[in-house]
């Protein structure tokens, strides 16, 4: 770069082998979003070596991969991804703290700023202290890209008025949404942020005074928006609404979604992303699974307690590679979360890819109970579908017993939705649908609306946690209060 001159953000990349190598809505859908499984295979090849070649470079991935035995050329095809190790979110705490602040895991540190335009962004921290992410061009844009095929296919159209309740702050979600929105869609988007920015009330205010026709938000806090509707005798179905992009986490049996479908007057369609990859994967009208975007990502799954690579059609812990990102690279990143990717197939709404199933659970806050892998987030299905609930629950972990006998146990904890409803019968059936649903028996309390808030963070920025684990400090929940 020339002395005192600017890498300007719209001069940094050419935009029309951009819009040709990740195409936009409505391009996806008639080009990579159809694409035979050959033609698919080999542009993730490419990409995917491409990649491979990118990561030798960088300390990170040289000191892991070297770790594992893999030297440079043992790797020349997609077929051969098996042999490059996974990592996970703590593999990249330890990258931050080998090489503070941003990691060696990047292809360069401070003194690469202002080669590029970047931007820096950190994940949301409830599972620890943020890890940061610089993005460049091409990394921000295909987020932005991905996002937008997602509004597409639910049917945002140019003209709609958005409106996004997270926050514009140092998680990437908001700025990813309107980013697609403003850049990729000529939709509006209408940054209200999250309840803590914008009051529930003040958020309907504008909707409904704005036209808005479309929400990017939680399925929590559209469960919050129809409560204070209701409080307020707010009418919903008098709102514009046409589609609400959502993230429902382990709905298993669709009871959350069919509550805010029916609150609402309109479609949810549920969606799955990460910090550092974007939208991996999203809903089209059909409803009928979460299109995967494989243009810019690999996705395989891999067994929870052992990490062998498992089949499609598996349930597993979710392995991603980006096809995208060089700055920086993602290969065979754990992320975790157990789910189950299908075969490709053409979907109603004429797309053809691989599939994402409901998100079924954290892997990383698993519990064994009584040789039984259990799963905080299943717990979910049970208690949306109880109309005796808030919804709110919290599973706290902790060990019983000592030496030989030490095992694991799990108390749910939920909110009922009024004194007026009985704990004990309440308790009573949530035990049992919770036995069902998990294969193993928990115990439950029941504890009163709005208690839980402080430990789930419902209504708050971040996700919504659902355990409290006790097992590391050896303490057992003190069930009022509960125990920190």
């Not at 080669?115 to 202290?129: D, E, H, I, V, Y």
């Not at 157990?338 to 599939?355: D, F, H, P, W, Y």
């Not at 979910?380 to 030490?406: H, M, S, W």
Request: charged share 25%; glycine share 8%; net charge negative.
């Amino acid at each position: 770069m020339m002395s005192g001159s600017i890498p300007y953000y719209w001069q940094s990349v050419d935009w029309n082998a951009f819009m040709a190598d990740y195409p936009p809505p409505p391009h996806y859908g008639t080009s990579h979003g159809i694409l035979s499984s050959d033609a698919l295979r080999a542009l993730q090849e490419r990409r995917f070596l491409e990649r491979v070649r990118e990561a030798w470079a960088i300390p990170f991935y040289r000191k892991h991969w070297a770790a594992s035995g893999l030297e440079p050329g043992d790797v020349t095809s997609l077929d051969h991804i098996e042999r490059i190790p996974t990592f996970n979110s703590d593999d990249l705490r330890t990258a931050i703290a080998e090489a503070p602040p941003f990691g060696n895991h990047h292809p360069f540190g401070r003194e690469g700023f202002g080669q590029m335009p970047l931007k820096l962004q950190t994940s949301s921290g409830t599972t620890g202290l943020p890890r940061t992410t610089l993005f460049d061009p091409i990394a921000w844009e295909v987020q932005a890209v991905q996002m937008a095929r997602a509004f597409y296919q639910q049917g945002a159209r140019p003209g709609d008025i958005v409106q996004i309740t997270y926050t514009n702050s140092l998680a990437n979600a908001a700025w990813n949404a309107s980013t697609a929105l403003h850049h990729w869609l000529a939709c509006v988007p209408v940054t209200c942020g999250s309840g803590v920015v914008t009051s529930t009330e003040r958020q309907l205010e504008y909707a409904k005074a704005w036209g808005v026709n479309g929400w990017f938000t939680r399925g929590e806090y559209l469960g919050r928006l129809a409560e204070v509707a209701a409080a307020t005798n707010f009418d919903l179905h008098s709102l514009k609404t046409k589609y609400l992009h959502s993230y429902l986490g382990p709905d298993i049996d669709g009871h959350l979604r069919k509550a805010l479908q029916e609150a609402w007057g309109a479609p949810v369609y549920d969606n799955y992303g990460t910090h550092e990859i974007g939208l991996i994967a999203f809903e089209c009208q059909a409803q009928d699974g979460k299109h995967i975007s494989e243009d810019t990502i690999f996705v395989e799954t891999v067994d929870v307690d052992s990490g062998a690579s498992l089949p499609l059609g598996s349930r597993g812990s979710f392995v991603a590679t980006s096809l995208h990102r060089s700055v920086p690279p993602f290969i065979r990143y754990d992320l975790r979360d157990v789910l189950v990717i299908s075969e490709r197939s053409e979907c109603r709404c004429g797309l053809c890819t691989r599939k994402m199933s409901t998100f079924l659970g954290r892997a990383d806050e698993m519990v064994k109970l009584r040789g039984t892998n259990v799963f905080p987030l299943a717990c979910q299905n049970a208690i949306t579908k109880d109309p005796r609930t808030t919804g709110d629950f919290l599973c706290v972990a902790y060990y019983e017993g000592e030496g030989l006998g030490r095992h694991e146990e799990m108390i749910v904890r939920v909110e009922r939705r009024s004194p007026d409803v009985d704990a004990g019968s309440l308790k009573a059936d949530l035990e049992r649908a919770l036995h069902k649903d998990l294969g193993v028996r928990v115990l439950v309390a029941i504890a009163e609306s709005g208690e839980l808030a402080e430990y789930t963070r419902m209504g708050r920025e971040g996700k919504v946690r659902r355990l409290l684990d006790l097992r590391q400090s050896g303490t057992k929940p003190d069930l009022r209060p509960l125990s920190t």
